[in-house]
């Protein structure tokens, strides 16, 4: 049923706390997870005139140290998820977040998508948008959104709370 789950982590604490809804459902199916992060596209703008002293870092290697950080996350987490013995590979992307995850699931025939909400709402959710709004809007296939606790307070995260 669920032979492949994509699930779409972003760095933060916030978007790992769909992990626990996914391991129980990888388990019980025999299923591959694959952790996939997006990292934005950098925008290559004419170098600014830097202070003497000061480094500039380039368009590319931004986007190169992004990828090698999401790298070394994405393995972090896998390497937790391994010692439950599932089977789980990384996946780092580039671009529109929403796009990039429903592009993976066709790629690889995924059967479920799994994510969590930051639970924005209001403003910031105009100004922002939602990503896991997007996937659910466009997946063909079934997407598992978890909106995430902020541990601190124990209330849930966003405006609405």
Same mark, same amino acid.
């Given at each position: 049923?669920?032979e492949?789950?994509i699930?779409?982590l972003d ?8 992990l ?11 299923s591959e *997870?694959?952790? #996939?992060?997006? =990292?934005p596209?950098? $925008?290559?703008?004419?170098?600014? /005139?830097a202070p +003497?002293?000061v ?10 140290e992004e990828?090698?950080?999401? *790298?070394?996350y #994405?393995?972090? =987490?896998?390497?937790? $998820?391994r010692?439950?013995?599932? /089977?789980?590979? +990384?996946?780092v ?14 790629e690889?025939?995924?059967? #479920?998508?799994a ?9 910031s959710?105009?100004?922002f948008?939602?990503?896991?709004e997007e ?9 598992l ?6 541990h601190?307070?124990?209330?849930l995260t966003g405006?609405?709370g």
């Open positions: 049923m669920y492949r789950i699930v779409a760095g933060s604490p916030l978007s790992e706390q769909i626990p809804y996914v391991t129980p459902i990888a388990e019980r199916f025999s *997870i694959t952790l #996939l992060q997006v =990292v596209l950098v $925008l290559v703008v004419p170098p600014i /005139a +003497t002293g480094y500039q870092v380039g368009a590319e290697e931004a986007s190169q990828r090698e950080s999401a *790298i070394r #994405l393995e972090t =987490v896998a390497a937790r $998820l010692t439950s013995e599932l /089977a789980v590979q +990384t996946l992307g580039e671009g529109d977040p929403a796009a990039e995850i429903l592009r993976v699931a066709r690889i025939d995924a059967g #479920l998508l994510l969590s909400t930051h639970g924005r709402g209001g403003l959710r105009l100004l948008g939602s990503v896991a996937v659910v809007r466009h997946a063909r296939r079934p997407v959104l978890v909106r995430p606790e902020d601190s307070t124990g209330q405006d609405e």
